[in-house]
């Protein structure tokens, strides 16, 4: 196995992204985006992409073609490959009365299906900035390759993780994938939605798959019951763990 990485290929990356000013915009990493005061990501920890998919920004998906496993380093991104460069275009005037609140400057608004930033507000004029925040500006990334992956059962976890947001339970029988996800899923907006990009995603980049089940199982009440009790004691037992290894990091560090 090539430890290259080429288009089409899973990886599992980390990053912070900064300003060329040192600003943190975003992170992989929960405690270095909470420093940041950084709250808009759904989920931290490492993310599997499939490169050329553009799930992470136009430029740093293209970097990551050619790179190998392992790679930690910069990579810089310009702004046509970022959020694109700044339009002074996309400036307009909006009378105040069409706002619900007074707006603020500095305020992030949505007008229609647009979102923009408040500039200036004059008198009864709001001056709305429809450029994202970052236009005009080189992203710079901190960016770790940690590996491949080449399990088909996890490149299927890996597609609904990153377009539901949610962690299934896959299995892959002569050429049928099936995914079981999580109970009231089918109520879930995000998921209904995401779902369709997964299963495109699996046709696309897995060949072999003929067909894809999607299955939600609903056990007794009382074996869920057990299963909730079950799963509250695990998470107790990962708490506790982690908190020993921090203090034994915490020991070493003061020694």
């Known amino acids: 196995m090539s430890n290259t990485i080429s288009k089409g290929d899973f990886v599992k990356i980390s990053y912070t ?5 040192g600003t943190i915009i975003d992170s992989t990493d929960e405690n270095v985006a909470r420093e ?6 759904l989920r931290y920890g490492d993310l599997v992409v499939v490169v050329g998919d553009r799930h992470v920004l136009e430029g740093l998906d293209d970097a ?6 392992g790679f930690k380093g910069e990579v810089e991104v310009e702004p046509e490959k970022a959020f694109g460069e700044y339009d002074p275009e996309k400036k307009e005037i909006i009378t ?4 619900k609140e007074k707006p603020e400057i500095g305020q992030r ?4 299906d647009r979102w923009g930033t408040v500039e200036r507000i004059i008198g009864r004029r709001v001056v709305v900035d429809f450029n994202h925040p970052y236009a005009g500006k080189k992203i710079v ?3 770790e390759i940690k590996e491949k992956i080449e399990d088909p059962i996890e490149k299927v976890k890996s597609l609904f993780l990153l377009y539901t947001t949610k962690d299934v339970e896959a299995e892959i029988n002569n050429g049928t994938v099936i995914v079981e996800v999580p109970r009231g899923s089918s109520f879930d907006q995000y998921f ?3 779902k369709f990009s997964a299963i495109d995603g699996i046709f696309r980049h897995m060949e072999d798959i003929d067909e894809i089940q999607l299955v939600e199982k609903y056990p007794r009440p009382e074996k869920m019951a057990e299963e909730m009790v079950k799963a509250e004691e695990q998470e107790e037992d990962t708490k506790e763990t982690d908190k020993e290894e921090e203090e034994k990091k915490e020991e070493k560090e003061d020694t």
């Not at 940041?36 to 990501?41: F, N, Y």
């Open 17 to 21: 992204a900064r300003l060329e000013d």
């Open 141 to 143: 990334f901190d960016l």
């Open 109 to 112: 608004i949505q007008v229609g």
């Open 64 to 69: 990551l073609e050619g790179k190998e496993v």
């Open 36 to 41: 940041a005061g950084l709250s808009d990501r």
């Open 96 to 99: 105040i009365t069409k706002f």
């Open 192 to 194: 209904m939605i995401g």
